[in-house]
DNA sequence: AATCATAATGAGAAGGCTTCGCATTTCTAT
DNA sequence: ATAGAAATGCGAAGCCTTCTCATTATGATT
């Protein structure tokens, strides 16, 4: 019953939150756009706005539930919080997303913010490449 | 005389390139959105259009003299390219830009690059916190 | 279980940033 | 100087996202 992680979160249990909760859940699709999550559950026959899937999502990101992404291409992505922190490694071709973690990295951020003065709150690291299957491809 | 540095650029020596390139290496702050550019320009007299400035930071992007940077905030910001490269480390309250470099995340991340495959195209890195002068404040 | 105050939703309008389309102007090579 | 090609400026249009507001759902209370 997702409804009490819900209300954990500080949200009301709503139908809308509680659908796009889910589907986060089940999906094995783990970065996806508003529109994306929009159109999905469309076609799963349920019934929702796109301007509440924005809504809900920012509501996520807020209550700690879901991570917003600025990859580039100007659309915001959202990944569901789970497991630990992590990075993110992207195809320039296909798209595809990896994710990584390296200690050493994340050290060194902090170790960096120390030394120019700044309280550190968060901090965005993406790595833009071509995945191995589309290397594959462009021989 | 910068008309040979576009040029060199394979870009044709206009008057609206010549004035932002201009701009840009004369002025002290080193990151700028598009219409900070498009205001400044108009401010000190010059007669140019918001489409132009944003084709021709484009067109600079393209031809490696500028940099476009997708921080937090939805506009791009860009910078000149001038010495050697660097990430960011930005200040959440005041809109601060520090720059920094750390050899050894270059080489983490060239190193998980290489060891998920991927043939690196490029990478982003920034540092959100809060800077020194902000942080004083808020006592 | 019915009621009520409050908060959330849905639909479309509106907003911010960026790009497009096209007539006009500016470049550069002749 | 001139012609052909490319660049500009303006407003319109396009995305993505947020806002507005009438309607509806939620959950605490009776």
Same mark, same amino acid.
């Given at each position: 019953?997702?409804?009490?992680? %819900?209300? /954990? *979160? ?18 094995? !699709?783990?970065?996806? &756009? *508003?529109?994306?999550?929009? /159109? ?15 809504? !809900? %999502?920012? #509501? ?5 539930? !879901? ?7 100007? #659309?915001?992505?959202?990944? %569901? ?15 595809? !997303? ?22 550190? &709150?968060?901090?965005? %690291? ?8 589309? #290397?594959?491809? *462009?021989?």
């Amino acid at each position: 019953m997702e409804s009490q992680d %819900l209300k /954990k *979160a500080g949200l009301k249990a709503t139908l809308p939150r509680l659908k796009i909760l889910n589907f986060l859940e089940d999906s094995e !699709v783990r970065h996806m &756009t *508003a529109e994306e999550v929009y /159109k999905a559950l469309l076609e799963s026959g349920e019934e929702i706005g796109l301007a509440t899937v924005y809504r !809900v %999502l920012t #509501q996520f990101e807020t209550a700690g539930l !879901v991570t917003r992404h600025h990859f580039e291409g100007g #659309q915001s992505v959202f990944e %569901l919080n789970e497991g630990t922190h992590h990075d993110h490694i992207l195809c320039v071709k296909c798209g595809r !997303v990896d994710e990584f973690m390296d200690e050493t990295i994340e050290e060194r951020q902090h170790a960096i913010a120390d030394k120019l003065g700044y309280a550190m &709150t968060d901090h965005s %690291l993406y790595i833009y490449g071509i995945c191995p299957e589309c #290397q594959k491809k *462009a021989k």
